[in-house]
Each structure stands twice: as C-alpha cells, then as structure tokens.
C-alpha cells in the first residue's frame, strides 16, 4: 500500500524559510515523480510544483506564485521529497499534501498524503 | 496559464439524483483532464483520468466526458456518500491547474 507523510508544517513568521518532508512507503520511490499541491484555508486546490525521477534527472517544474522562493528536492535512498519554501508570504498558508506522480511528466495525482499545515503569520 | 472554469460552484441535491458538473478550460486541453472528489478535513480521492477513463475501484456512477475545452462530470444515482466538493484539474501544460470546485450538498 502506497503511504506519503508530510511532515515539517508550523506557524511561522512573513519573510522566514521553513522546510517541509514528504516520506513515501510502499513503493519504488526512485521510479516516480513526485509532486506538492497546497490548499488554503476553505479554498481549492493550488498545484505547487513537481520533481521529476532522477532518471530523468530530477528537474522541476513550479508555480508561478512561487517560482525563485520554493525549491523541491528529493533523497531516493531515503524515500524522501522536501519542498524548501523562503520568504514566506501570508498567502501561502494553507495544508501541503505531497502525491505521487509520472516519472518525467506531472500527470494527476492518484496518491495523497494527508497534509501538514503552515501558517504564516506576524 | 491555463484557467479551470468549473460549474456551479455549489449545488444542492438529493440521494438518487443525477447530478452534472462542468469543467471548461481557456484553452484546448485535449482529454488531460481529471477529477477529484474531497471530502472535509480529507486529502481528494482521484476518480477520472483522462477525461472519461474511471479509475479503478471507483464506483460505476461516476462518469466524465468532453475534450477539448468542455468537460463534464456526472454521478448517476447520487448516493449519501457523494456529498463532497469536486475538482477538475488539467494537464496538458506547466503549470499544472485546478478548477475552482463544485459543492454538492444536499
């Protein structure tokens, strides 16, 4: 059974850098892209970004509204993908979900973790 | 980038009706789009890819169709477990987006 948990969300401050980690289980992590979607509060969902597998060598693909601030990353050996966020504005609270996804191009999103939030608050 | 137009925003229903959504996007997707149902305090569950294919273990009353720019989801016997918001999303380009969602309460 495919299993993601997020992990890292917190109440943080406008303008400070917080890293969030998605760890995957119950499958063959190296062989799938690997993909962050963000939901804030009573609102819809908002694709943020996308790793390809390292075969394919692991480039990204991002939102505009967070393109030069979030950086996602992944460490196959442990199952992992972090998505780096700086200067974090108010407008990207909101709960993060890590999916899973294609090898080389994001898809859809047929596995979801259940979310960790981040609040970006004065 | 490519805008998700969805339709109604929200809709009242009962158990045993048909219920329709509508998903129209700014430009020609193809058939790249995909649904999601979410239920509060819950991740979505994926229901369609490519447009009219049916995930599996998804039930047989969920149904999509369209290609192009206009889409539809439709549940043919509404059930009491239906009652969620749902999203299209699309994927023909970077960036990857989702329309705004369709309440179904009852």
């Known amino acids: 059974e495919v299993q993601l948990v997020e992990s890292g969300g917190n109440i943080i401050q406008p303008g400070r850098s917080l890293r969030l980690s998605c760890t995957g289980s119950?499958?063959?992590?190296?062989?799938?892209?690997m993909s962050w979607v963000r939901q804030a509060p009573g609102k819809g969902l908002e694709w943020v970004g996308f790793?390809?597998?390292?075969?394919?060598?692991?480039?990204?693909e991002y939102a505009a509204s967070v393109q030069g601030r979030f950086t996602i990353s992944r460490d196959d050996s442990k199952s992992i993908v972090y998505l780096q966020m700086s200067g974090l504005q108010t407008e990207d609270t909101g709960v993060y979900y890590c999916?899973?996804?294609?090898?080389?191009?994001?898809?859809?999103?047929?596995?979801w973790g259940q979310g960790t939030l981040v609040t970006v608050s004065s | 980038a490519i805008q998700l137009t969805q339709s109604p925003s929200s809709l009242s229903a009962s158990v045993g009706d048909r219920v329709t959504i509508t998903c129209r996007a700014s430009q020609d997707v193809s058939n790249a789009l995909v649904w999601y149902q979410q239920k509060p305090g819950k991740p979505p569950k994926f229901l369609i890819y490519d447009a009219s294919s049916l995930e599996s273990g998804v039930p047989s009353r969920f149904s999509g169709s369209g290609s192009g720019t206009d889409f539809t989801l439709t549940i043919s016997s509404l059930q009491s477990e239906d009652f969620a918001t749902y999203y299209c999303q699309q994927f023909n380009d970077y960036p990857l987006s989702f329309g705004g969602g369709t309440k179904v309460e009852i």
């Open positions: 999916t899973t996804d294609r090898a080389y191009s994001s898809s859809w999103f047929d596995n």
């Open positions: 790793i390809r597998a390292e075969s394919y060598g692991g480039t990204t």
């Open positions: 119950g499958f063959k992590f190296g062989d799938f892209g």
